[in-house]
């Protein structure tokens, strides 16, 4: 009888073991992953940035000398 208690709680302690072993090398692996994925995230977000802006200078840019000159006068209309 004493011997199977002692058995019982050598499995509980191997599965406590086993498990905490487990969220260690999880742990680990977030620790390693997550400063790589916020430098992706980051870099993401900077070229989205760089792009949209480049973009809305583009359409200004394009905007902008799409629009006729307005000679002397034109400018004056009274």
Known sequence: MESSREFNFNA???????????????TTLLHCLLPIASLVVIRSWNQFLRYSTLQVYYCTIVNVHALP??????????
């Open 12 to 26: 509980a302690f191997l599965e406590l073991s086993r498990r905490e072993n487990c969220l260690r090398g999880l």
């Open 69 to 78: 000159a307005l000679g002397p006068d034109q400018a004056n209309t009274n």
